[in-house]
Protein backbone atom coordinates (compact mmCIF):
# COMPACT_ATOMS: atom_id res chain seq x y z
CA UNK A 1 0.00 0.00 0.00
CA UNK A 2 1.45 3.01 -1.04
CA UNK A 3 1.77 5.71 1.88
CA UNK A 4 1.42 9.67 1.86
CA UNK A 5 3.02 11.36 -1.14
CA UNK A 6 3.78 15.09 -1.60
CA UNK A 7 4.78 16.97 -4.15
CA UNK A 8 7.34 18.99 -4.57
CA UNK A 9 9.44 17.64 -2.26
CA UNK A 10 11.97 21.00 -2.69
CA UNK A 11 10.88 24.72 -3.55
CA UNK A 12 12.53 27.66 -3.70
CA UNK A 13 10.61 30.92 -3.68
CA UNK A 14 10.99 34.69 -2.70
CA UNK A 15 9.16 37.03 -0.81
CA UNK A 16 5.99 37.91 -1.86
CA UNK A 17 5.44 34.93 -3.98
CA UNK A 18 2.92 32.50 -3.63
CA UNK A 19 3.26 28.48 -3.73
CA UNK A 20 1.17 24.97 -3.94
CA UNK A 21 1.91 22.25 -2.18
CA UNK A 22 0.03 18.94 -2.58
CA UNK A 23 -0.69 16.11 -0.90
CA UNK A 24 -2.13 12.66 -1.95
CA UNK A 25 -3.26 10.35 1.07
CA UNK A 26 -2.98 6.68 1.27
CA UNK A 27 -5.63 4.97 -0.67
CA UNK A 28 -8.81 5.22 1.14
CA UNK A 29 -8.35 7.39 3.64
CA UNK A 30 -10.77 10.76 3.45
CA UNK A 31 -9.17 13.21 6.38
CA UNK A 32 -6.07 15.09 5.09
CA UNK A 33 -4.18 17.79 8.07
CA UNK A 34 -1.35 19.57 7.49
CA UNK A 35 1.43 20.58 9.78
CA UNK A 36 3.94 23.47 9.60
CA UNK A 37 7.60 22.31 11.22
CA UNK A 38 10.35 24.90 11.94
CA UNK A 39 13.32 25.17 14.22
CA UNK A 40 11.81 28.07 16.18
CA UNK A 41 8.06 27.52 16.47
CA UNK A 42 8.68 22.88 16.28
CA UNK A 43 5.30 21.66 14.42
CA UNK A 44 2.29 23.55 14.60
CA UNK A 45 -1.05 22.38 13.34
CA UNK A 46 -2.29 24.48 10.09
CA UNK A 47 -5.28 22.57 9.18
CA UNK A 48 -7.35 19.47 8.51
CA UNK A 49 -9.73 18.29 5.34
CA UNK A 50 -12.50 15.43 5.97
CA UNK A 51 -14.99 15.29 2.62
CA UNK A 52 -13.95 18.46 0.74
CA UNK A 53 -14.56 20.79 3.66
CA UNK A 54 -12.44 22.10 6.59
CA UNK A 55 -12.58 20.55 9.70
CA UNK A 56 -9.96 22.39 11.67
CA UNK A 57 -8.23 25.00 11.62
CA UNK A 58 -4.83 26.18 13.56
CA UNK A 59 -3.48 29.81 14.71
CA UNK A 60 -2.14 31.06 11.03
CA UNK A 61 -2.84 33.81 9.19
CA UNK A 62 -5.08 34.08 5.91
CA UNK A 63 -2.19 34.19 3.23
CA UNK A 64 -2.29 29.96 4.68
CA UNK A 65 -5.48 28.18 2.48
CA UNK A 66 -6.55 24.80 1.75
CA UNK A 67 -8.77 22.57 0.03
CA UNK A 68 -9.29 19.00 -0.63
CA UNK A 69 -10.30 17.53 -3.67
CA UNK A 70 -13.40 14.71 -3.80
CA UNK A 71 -10.20 12.15 -4.29
CA UNK A 72 -9.12 13.51 -0.67
CA UNK A 73 -6.39 14.87 -2.16
CA UNK A 74 -5.35 18.19 -1.16
CA UNK A 75 -3.47 21.35 -1.68
CA UNK A 76 -2.22 23.99 0.84
CA UNK A 77 -1.46 27.27 -0.32
CA UNK A 78 0.33 30.07 0.78
CA UNK A 79 0.27 33.68 -0.47
CA UNK A 80 2.56 36.74 -0.42
CA UNK A 81 5.61 34.47 0.99
CA UNK A 82 7.17 35.68 3.99
CA UNK A 83 10.81 34.72 5.25
CA UNK A 84 9.27 32.91 7.92
CA UNK A 85 7.27 30.78 5.61
CA UNK A 86 10.40 28.49 5.43
CA UNK A 87 9.78 25.46 7.27
CA UNK A 88 8.75 21.78 6.16
CA UNK A 89 5.81 21.24 5.41
CA UNK A 90 3.88 17.88 6.24
CA UNK A 91 0.74 16.59 5.07
CA UNK A 92 -0.83 13.83 7.39
CA UNK A 93 -3.60 11.19 6.55
CA UNK A 94 -6.18 9.16 8.39
CA UNK A 95 -9.29 6.81 7.29
CA UNK A 96 -11.38 9.76 9.18
CA UNK A 97 -10.96 12.64 11.70
CA UNK A 98 -12.62 10.07 14.30
CA UNK A 99 -9.83 8.98 16.23
CA UNK A 100 -7.72 7.34 13.41
CA UNK A 101 -4.08 7.00 13.40
CA UNK A 102 -2.19 9.62 11.22
CA UNK A 103 0.50 8.63 9.08
CA UNK A 104 2.58 11.29 7.52
CA UNK A 105 4.47 12.37 4.12
CA UNK A 106 7.91 12.94 3.76
CA UNK A 107 6.93 16.74 3.88
CA UNK A 108 7.63 19.34 1.29
CA UNK A 109 10.70 21.75 2.38
CA UNK A 110 9.86 25.74 1.78
CA UNK A 111 12.95 27.96 1.58
CA UNK A 112 11.63 31.63 1.24
CA UNK A 113 14.30 34.66 -0.02
CA UNK B 1 -5.40 25.52 24.75
CA UNK B 2 -3.70 22.05 25.03
CA UNK B 3 0.20 22.01 26.16
CA UNK B 4 2.64 19.26 25.36
CA UNK B 5 6.15 19.50 27.10
CA UNK B 6 8.87 17.21 26.93
CA UNK B 7 11.51 16.65 28.88
CA UNK B 8 14.71 16.69 27.98
CA UNK B 9 15.05 18.47 25.25
CA UNK B 10 18.68 17.02 24.47
CA UNK B 11 19.81 13.83 25.66
CA UNK B 12 23.31 12.92 25.04
CA UNK B 13 23.94 8.87 26.26
CA UNK B 14 26.16 6.05 25.83
CA UNK B 15 25.36 2.81 23.93
CA UNK B 16 24.01 0.36 26.72
CA UNK B 17 22.24 2.66 28.89
CA UNK B 18 18.93 3.17 29.96
CA UNK B 19 16.96 6.45 29.99
CA UNK B 20 13.59 7.82 30.09
CA UNK B 21 12.02 10.53 28.17
CA UNK B 22 9.02 12.23 29.75
CA UNK B 23 5.89 13.69 27.92
CA UNK B 24 3.18 15.84 30.29
CA UNK B 25 0.43 17.44 28.74
CA UNK B 26 -2.35 20.02 30.06
CA UNK B 27 -5.82 19.10 29.33
CA UNK B 28 -7.71 15.80 29.18
CA UNK B 29 -7.03 13.30 26.40
CA UNK B 30 -6.74 9.25 26.56
CA UNK B 31 -4.88 9.10 23.09
CA UNK B 32 -1.28 9.42 22.62
CA UNK B 33 1.26 8.83 19.93
CA UNK B 34 5.01 9.31 20.02
CA UNK B 35 7.30 9.77 17.06
CA UNK B 36 10.48 9.34 15.95
CA UNK B 37 12.72 12.10 13.05
CA UNK B 38 15.51 11.79 11.64
CA UNK B 39 17.34 14.59 10.49
CA UNK B 40 15.91 15.96 7.16
CA UNK B 41 12.92 13.30 7.34
CA UNK B 42 9.70 12.86 7.90
CA UNK B 43 8.02 11.80 11.19
CA UNK B 44 7.76 7.77 11.56
CA UNK B 45 5.39 6.47 14.36
CA UNK B 46 6.25 4.64 16.90
CA UNK B 47 3.50 3.95 19.26
CA UNK B 48 0.17 4.95 19.42
CA UNK B 49 -1.24 4.93 23.01
CA UNK B 50 -5.16 4.92 23.36
CA UNK B 51 -6.14 4.36 26.96
CA UNK B 52 -5.06 4.86 30.58
CA UNK B 53 -1.95 2.02 31.66
CA UNK B 54 -1.64 1.24 27.98
CA UNK B 55 2.05 0.12 27.43
CA UNK B 56 4.25 -0.92 24.55
CA UNK B 57 7.40 -2.39 23.49
CA UNK B 58 9.42 -2.37 20.17
CA UNK B 59 12.80 -3.57 20.32
CA UNK B 60 14.52 -0.88 22.99
CA UNK B 61 11.62 1.30 23.36
CA UNK B 62 8.36 0.97 25.64
CA UNK B 63 6.01 3.59 25.84
CA UNK B 64 3.34 3.83 28.12
CA UNK B 65 0.28 6.22 28.79
CA UNK B 66 -0.64 7.74 32.53
CA UNK B 67 -3.90 10.01 31.89
CA UNK B 68 -4.76 10.46 35.08
CA UNK B 69 -1.66 12.25 35.34
CA UNK B 70 -1.42 13.31 32.17
CA UNK B 71 2.10 12.07 31.67
CA UNK B 72 3.58 9.40 29.35
CA UNK B 73 7.34 7.94 29.11
CA UNK B 74 9.20 6.92 26.63
CA UNK B 75 11.65 4.78 27.78
CA UNK B 76 15.05 3.32 26.51
CA UNK B 77 16.73 0.29 26.84
CA UNK B 78 20.45 -0.90 26.30
CA UNK B 79 20.70 2.09 23.92
CA UNK B 80 22.18 1.52 20.29
CA UNK B 81 23.47 4.20 17.96
CA UNK B 82 21.21 3.78 16.01
CA UNK B 83 18.23 5.39 17.91
CA UNK B 84 20.05 8.49 17.56
CA UNK B 85 17.05 10.62 16.72
CA UNK B 86 14.68 12.86 17.84
CA UNK B 87 11.11 12.01 19.37
CA UNK B 88 8.00 13.78 19.55
CA UNK B 89 5.02 13.19 21.84
CA UNK B 90 1.66 14.19 20.18
CA UNK B 91 -1.68 14.25 21.54
CA UNK B 92 -5.25 14.17 19.91
CA UNK B 93 -7.78 16.23 21.04
CA UNK B 94 -10.55 14.30 22.23
CA UNK B 95 -12.41 16.12 19.22
CA UNK B 96 -10.11 13.87 17.02
CA UNK B 97 -7.97 14.28 14.30
CA UNK B 98 -5.51 17.92 15.80
CA UNK B 99 -2.34 16.78 17.33
CA UNK B 100 -0.71 18.97 19.42
CA UNK B 101 3.17 18.44 19.58
CA UNK B 102 6.23 18.65 22.48
CA UNK B 103 9.04 20.22 21.70
CA UNK B 104 10.81 17.23 20.49
CA UNK B 105 13.93 15.39 22.27
CA UNK B 106 17.01 14.99 20.49
CA UNK B 107 18.54 11.93 21.33
CA UNK B 108 22.52 11.13 20.80
CA UNK B 109 23.42 7.62 21.70
CA UNK B 110 27.49 7.61 21.75
CA UNK B 111 29.61 4.51 21.24
Known amino acids: KAGVTQTPRYLIKTRGQQVTLSCSPISGHRSVSWYQQTPGQGLQFLFEYFSETQRNKGNFPGRFSGRQFSNSRSEMNVSTLELGDSALYLC????????????FGPGTRLTVL | ELKVEQNPLFLSMQEGKNYTIYCNYS?????LYWYRQDPGKSLESLFVLLSNGAVKQEGRLMASLDTKARLSTLHITAAVHDLSATYFC???????????FGEGTQLTVNP
Open chain 2, 27 to 31: TTSDR
Open chain 2, 90 to 100: AVEETSGSRLT
Open chain 1, 92 to 103: ASSLDPTYNEQF
